[in-house]
C-alpha cells in the first residue's frame, strides 16, 4: 500500500483576493469539482492507496476535517503543526509517524493545491514508480513542460537509463526567461512538481545524513504529540527547535538515491490567476474570455473575469488581457502577463493594516459561518449561520449584551439556566454577562440575525466555559 501524505498549508496570497491567510486556495473550489484539497484527496485514493495522512495547521483543522467528511474520505491522522515550518520538518514527521507503524512503509508526499485533471493517469505514474521506492530510491516527480516558465524549478535529467524512472542530476531555482528557453529547447528538464515517492526508513536515513540536527526535535515533537478530538497536536516547543527549511534545501540537493518520474499529463500549482484561467480555457468564449455567472464582457479579449459574490457584478468594456477578480470586500486588476505579483498586494494592504489582506467577511468556524452585516462604535449587526447538529461554545462576554432573531430554522438556545427553542420570527435577549449558547438540533441550517451592543465588539470578548470543539 501507498500511503498518501498530503501537506496542507499555505499562505493565501497568490490567488488573493478569492484565497487569503484565513481560508487559502487548497480549500476553494477553483477548477473542476470541488476543492483542490478535495481533488487532492480523490486522486491519492483508490486501490493500492492507504487512507491519508493530512498535515496542516490549527486554523485549518476544521475545515480540512470537514472537505474530507464531504468526499466520504476517512483520513488515517489529521496531524497540526504548531506553526509553518515548511516542508522539510512536516515530511520529517510523516516518515517517522509511519516508520513507527511500519519502517518500510510507502510514502507519496503531495500538495494539496495542485492541479492534476486526468487522476487516473496520475495514478498510473506513481504506481509504475513503485519498483524504484520500494528498491530505496527517492522518487521525485517531473512534468514535461510546454513553455519557458520562469515560475517553476526544475529537473534536470541525468544520463543513463533508469527504466520507468529516470536518473537525477540537479534541482535547478526557478530560472529568468532566457535559462527557461534554453531549458525548454534542450528537451533534457521537467518541472519540478514538488511530489515525492519514498521508504519511511529510506527518508528517514537521509535525514540522518545531511540533515542531523532535525530528527531529535522532529522525534521530540511526535513524542510529545497529544489527541484532541480527531486530531494529532505536535508539542509546540520541540517543533520551534526545527528549522524553516524546504525538503528540496534539506535533503533532495544533497542525497545521491534520487530518480524522476516524468509525468506527460496536465499539471499545475495554479501559482497565479493567469495558470487558473489556462486551466480553464475549455470554458471560454469565442473571444478567449474566461467568465464566472455574476461577470459580464463586453467587446473583451482573453481576459477573466470573476466575481465570487452574487450582490456584486462585475463588467469589463474593451478590456484586453486581463484578469478581474472580485469578492464581496476586494478587487483585483491585473494584466495577464503579470498575474504573479498579487503577493505585493497583499504585502501593500498588510503595511496599511487593511484586513482584506488576510481575511474574509465570512468567518468559518466549526460549527458553520458568521459575517458582520454592519459596525458602529457600539454595535454590530451579524449574520450567524449553524448547520444541523452544530453548537457554538457555552460562553459569557464582558463587554456586550446580544439580542438574536431567528430568521431561518430552529435554535436551542441557553440563557443562564433557562433552555428552550426559538423558531423563525422570534427572538431573545442576552444580557452582558450572562452564561448561553446556541445550537442547531435540526436538520436545516439554522440562520439567525445577531445585534450586538457595548463598548467592545472584537471576538476575543469571548469566555468559553464548555466547547465540544475543544477551543480554548
Given amino acids: 500500500m501507498i500511503y498518501p501524505i498530503i501537506l496542507c498549508g499555505g499562505s493565501g496570497t497568490r490567488l488573493w483576493p478569492v484565497s487569503r491567510a484565513a481560508f487559502p486556495k487548497q480549500f476553494v473550489q477553483l477548477h473542476g469539482q470541488g476543492s483542490l484539497f478535495q481533488q487532492a484527496a480523490q486522486r491519492l485514493s483508490g486501490q493500492g492507496f492507504a487512507g491519508p495522512v493530512v498535515i496542516t495547521s490549527d486554523p485549518f483543522r476544521f475545515t480540512a476535517a470537514e472537505q474530507m467528511q464531504g468526499i466520504g474520505i476517512t483520513p488515517q491522522a489529521l496531524i497540526l503543526e504548531p506553526e509553518g515550518r515548511n516542508t522539510a520538518p512536516a515530511i520529517l514527521a510523516a516518515s517517522l509517524w509511519a516508520a513507527a507503524r511500519d519502517p518500510q512503509a510507502l510514502l507519496l508526499v503531495a500538495p494539496s493545491d495542485h492541479v492534476i485533471p486526468d487522476p487516473a493517469a496520475f495514478r498510473v505514474a506513481v504506481l509504475t514508480a513503485q519498483t524504484a521506492a520500494e528498491a530505496g530510491q527517492i522518487v521525485t516527480f517531473g512534468i514535461r513542460p510546454d513553455r519557458p516558465e520562469t515560475g517553476y524549478g526544475y529537473l534536470e535529467l541525468g544520463e543513463g537509463a533508469g527504466g520507468a524512472c529516470l536518473p537525477l542530476s540537479r534541482f535547478v531555482e526557478k530560472p529568468d526567461l532566457a535559462t527557461a528557453e534554453g531549458m525548454l529547447a534542450s528537451g533534457n528538464y521537467l518541472w519540478n512538481a514538488g511530489i515525492f515517492l519514498f521508504r519511511a526508513d529510506v527518508m528517514i536515513a537521509a535525514f540522518e545524513a545531511h540533515a542531523p540536527e532535525m530528527l531529535a526535535p522532529a522525534h521530540a515533537a511526535l513524542g510529545g504529540v497529544k489527541a484532541d478530538l480527531d486530531f494529532l497536536r505536535l508539542d509546540p516547543a520541540a517543533w520551534r527547535d526545527l528549522p524553516d527549511i524546504s525538503i528540496d534545501y534539506a535533503i533532495m540537493e544533497r542525497a545521491g538515491n534520487l530518480s524522476v518520474m516524468p509525468y506527460e499529463g496536465q499539471w499545475s500549482d495554479l501559482g497565479s490567476w493567469t495558470a487558473v484561467a489556462e486551466q480553464s480555457a475549455a470554458q471560454c468564449d469565442a473571444q478567449g474570455n474566461l467568465i464566472s455567472e455574476h461577470a459580464h464582457a463586453i467587446d473583451c479579449k482573453n481576459t477573466m473575469l470573476r466575481s465570487d459574490d452574487g450582490k456584486l457584478r462585475l463588467v469589463g468594456i474593451g478590456l484586453r488581457d486581463m484578469v478581474a477578480i472580485a469578492t464581496g470586500d476586494a478587487v483585483l486588476l491585473a494584466p495577464k502577463d503579470q498575474s504573479q505579483r498579487v503577493r505585493e498586494a497583499v504585502d501593500l494592504l498588510k503595511q496599511q493594516g487593511a484586513k482584506e489582506a488576510t481575511e474574509f467577511p465570512r468567518d468559518f468556524r466549526p460549527w458553520g459561518?458568521?459575517?458582520?452585516?454592519?459596525?458602529?462604535?457600539?454595535?454590530?449587526?451579524?449574520?450567524?449561520?449553524?448547520?444541523?447538529?452544530?453548537?457554538?461554545?457555552?460562553?459569557?462576554?464582558?463587554?456586550?449584551?446580544?439580542?438574536?432573531?431567528?430568521?431561518e430554522g430552529t435554535a436551542k438556545i441557553t440563557i443562564g439556566d433557562e433552555v428552550k427553542m426559538v423558531s423563525e420570527n422570534q427572538s431573545v435577549y442576552v444580557p452582558l454577562g450572562a452564561i448561553h449558547r446556541m445550537e442547531n438540533p435540526g436538520k436545516i441550517p439554522m440562520v439567525l440575525i445577531e445585534v450586538q451592543t457595548g463598548s467592545y465588539l472584537g471576538e476575543d470578548d469571548i469566555i468559553r466555559h464548555e466547547d465540544i470543539y475543544s477551543r480554548g
Fill in 369 to 407: 459561518w458568521f459575517e458582520s452585516l454592519a459596525l458602529g462604535a457600539r454595535f454590530q449587526v451579524k449574520r450567524i449561520v449553524v448547520k444541523p447538529g452544530g453548537v457554538l461554545s457555552l460562553q459569557s462576554h464582558q463587554h456586550r449584551a446580544e439580542h438574536w432573531i431567528v430568521v
